[in-house]
């Protein structure tokens, strides 16, 4: 088969949160292929050397607050890990820009890849962009999920963006519940929407030996911010002061919802362990020692930590996200808890009456899930895991590209609404 030359866009930065994890996977496993890749990414003026120092493959960074886009990166959360501006507040001028340098960089990789395919990142104004700049050449788009919370935020945007991405080949989905609402929302047919799911690295992310507790040791990795549920989840375990716990808080917050994370966990004192953001390795080692990983997030996707963590032989106590799998949640069994989301005044914003409700369901669900940890017992083998990690994730992801290109650019139907 041809070795494809495939170019990846990003226009955030390829180190951080669940879209930077993923390309990193598909770099790799395409060079396990034979594959030629290149990427765009979004990245600091002044880390841009860094990014091309560990980045495997050649790397045009599209420079925020510098001479590229005057201004930080514009982030696909209103509350990133890092240093961002949100789309809704960008001016008319301030969108222009930023498309404009964007289109730099994607046409400067591709005179210089002549790719087969341009894979992007994100159902959103990067992606709208390139599709319209880029016509003749065959494109896919991977949603992560945090596209979809963006259309439904600016409807000003959206309407460009809806109208640029039917020119898309193909749009590659983490879970079938997410294939109906990128159809609702973005009016794709439903032979244009592929399930790919998304992965881990199982050299990494494997069950080992974990120490007898007490402790039971309590692991939460992701930005520390509203929309991951961390201070209901803070506040919860303050109210356990009688069983022997510890949790770990690996990731950043920025603004105001970072401080008030970080401020509810130096509350805990010594029972709450601030790493900060942490290289996969580093995470592996982490989730290894772990018994329980939580995650009490309000909106998501198909959250990659989850499938990390369980692959590394932990119990996980989740939000009931609507993208958890029904494969992965029936073999899981007990090993994986579920707690009701609280009624949302938006997709990722919980109505003030269900604040309260909401801290008491994580308080009597962590009390549970450390006592059934102290209680001990084998680590289970989830079968179903074989089919999320990033080999099995990206030998998907090739049967798109394959099929791409044997359609020869016939751009896909959309359907009327």
């Known amino acids: 088969m041809t070795a494809l030359r495939i170019l990846h866009v990003l226009t955030q930065r390829p180190d951080s949160t669940g879209s ?3 390309l990193l996977a598909f770099l790799d496993e395409a060079r396990r292929r034979g594959f030629s890749s290149r990427v765009v990414v979004g990245i600091p003026a002044d880390e841009a050397q860094r990014c091309r120092g560990f980045l495997p493959v050649p790397c045009h960074p599209l420079r925020f607050d510098g001479p590229d886009v ?4 514009v982030g696909m959360s209103d509350v990133m890990p890092y240093r961002s501006r949100r789309f809704c507040d960008l001016s008319t001028k301030d969108l222009r820009h930023y498309e404009r340098a964007l289109l730099v960089r994607v046409s400067q990789a591709v005179a210089a890849h002549r790719p087969h395919l341009i894979h992007l990142n994100h ?3 990067g992606a709208a962009a390139v599709a319209d700049a880029f016509p003749t050449i065959p494109l896919l788009a991977s949603c992560h999920g945090s596209d979809l919370r963006q259309f439904r935020s600016c409807p000003d ?5 809806r109208r640029s991405l039917v020119r898309l080949d193909a749009v590659a989905a983490l879970t079938e519940a997410q294939v109906s609402e990128i159809r609702s929302l973005y009016g794709f047919a439903s032979q244009a929407v592929t399930v790919v799911g998304a992965g881990f690295d199982d050299r990494l992310f494997r069950p080992g030996p974990k120490k007898v507790p007490p402790p039971v040791e309590i692991l939460y990795a992701g930005k520390l911010s509203r929309a991951k549920g961390v201070p209901w989840l803070l506040e919860a375990l303050a109210e356990i002061r009688d069983l022997p716990w510890r949790i770990h808080l690996v990731g950043e917050g920025s603004g105001p919802e970072g401080q008030l994370c970080r401020d509810l966990g130096r509350n805990l004192g010594d029972r709450v362990l601030l790493h900060g953001a942490l290289p996969q390795r580093e ?3 982490l989730m290894g020692m772990a018994h329980l990983f939580v995650l009490p997030s309000l909106f998501e996707g198909l959250p990659l930590v989850l499938l990390q963590a369980l692959a590394s032989g932990c119990r996980a106590l989740v939000t009931d996200l609507p993208g958890l799998p029904p494969d992965l949640v029936a073999e899981a069994g007990p090993a994986l808890k579920r707690v009701p989301l609280p009624p949302l005044a938006a997709v990722d914003r919980i109505r003030p009456e269900g604040e309260g409700p909401f801290r008491e369901s994580l308080v009597r669900a962590l009390r549970e899930s450390v006592k059934l940890c102290l209680g001990g017992g084998p680590q289970q083998e989830i079968g179903v895991l074989r089919n999320y990690t990033w080999s099995a ?5 090739e049967a798109l590209y394959r099929t791409i290109l044997s359609r020869r650019r ?3 139907p959309v359907q009327t609404l």
Do not use: E, H, K
Request: a positive charge.
């Open 123 to 125: 159902l959103w104004i």
């Open 70 to 73: 005057a201004g930080a990166i």
């Open 393 to 397: 994730v990206f030998g998907r992801i």
């Open 283 to 285: 995470m592996a080692r």
């Open 20 to 22: 930077g994890v993923t």
């Open 410 to 412: 016939r751009p896909f």
């Open 157 to 161: 945007l959206a309407a460009r963006v």
